[in-house]
T-cell receptor
Framework: EDQVTQSPEALRLQEGESSSLNCSYTVSGLRGLFWYRQDPGKGPEFLFT???AGEEKEKERLKATLTKKESFLHITAPKPEDSATYLC???????????FGAGTRLAVHP | GAVVSQHPSRVICKSGTSVKIECRSL??????MFWYRQFPKQSLMLMATSNEGSKATYEQGVEKDKFLINHASLTLSTLTVTSAHPEDSSFYIC????????????FGPGTRLTVL
């Protein structure tokens, strides 16, 4: 069964304290892994797509990496405005359907 | 690119009334749109997949007659919550597959529905 698990469930960081979020997945035939950011009361905002093991993508203080079993979202020197819930997702066996993890709620304090 | 809008952003209605939510892809044509529901501090729950010109595909447990979906054009899908009740109060979010036909979905800003 296709499954996506994110950890930790919640993460509290001090401003400037780098860390990583984890997304492990079980899917037959990976056709992409997606990272989204969701702010309270808003829809998810697309961040990255990763397609193959070893691939990396960067955007400002965020870097996403992918292995055959998991993906990491590295946050370097975070700022309070990086506080949000970060979701990862993979296409399910039906291709149309995205399988979402439960998300990591990140809080960055000044 | 890949901008999706939703209208309204918030709606409050009385129990028993119907509410329509619109989802539009602004800068691309979306053959497939999706409707999600999200409860507080939970992840997104897919309700249905909407294909332009055909009937929507509903997820198990989602009432088709309760949540009517219409995808009349390549840029517009609507979700109508019929005879709404307080338990239908939730955050509804639509998404659309981008013009590249890749698997990425781009999400609208969401609609907060409150049924009194």
């Amino acid at each position: 069964e296709d499954q996506v698990t994110q950890s930790p469930e919640a993460l509290r960081l001090q401003e400037g304290e780098s860390s990583s979020l984890n997304c492990s997945y079980t899917v037959s035939g990976l056709r992409g892994l997606f990272w989204y950011r969701q702010d309270p009361g808003k829809g998810p905002e697309f961040l990255f797509t990763l397609y193959s093991a070893g691939e990396e993508k960067e955007k400002e203080r965020l870097k996403a990496t992918l292995t055959k079993k998991e993906s990491f979202l590295h946050i370097t020197a975070p700022k309070p405005e990086d506080s949000a819930t970060y979701l990862c997702a993979v296409p399910g066996s039906g291709y149309n359907k995205l399988i979402f993890g439960a998300g990591t709620r990140l809080a960055v304090h000044p | 690119g890949a901008v999706v809008s939703q209208h309204p952003s918030r709606v409050i209605c009385k129990s028993g009334t119907s509410v329509k939510i619109e989802c539009r892809s602004l800068d691309f044509q979306a053959t497939t749109m999706f409707w999600y529901r999200q409860f507080p501090k939970q992840s997104l729950m897919l309700m249905a997949t909407s294909n332009e010109g055909s009937k929507a595909t509903y997820e198990q447990g989602v009432e088709k007659d309760k949540f009517l979906i219409n995808h009349a054009s390549l840029t517009l899908s609507t979700l109508t919550v019929t005879s709404a009740h307080p338990e239908d109060s939730s955050f509804y979010i639509c998404s659309a597959r981008g013009g590249t036909e890749g698997p990425e979905q781009f999400f609208g800003p969401g609609t907060r529905l409150t049924v009194l």
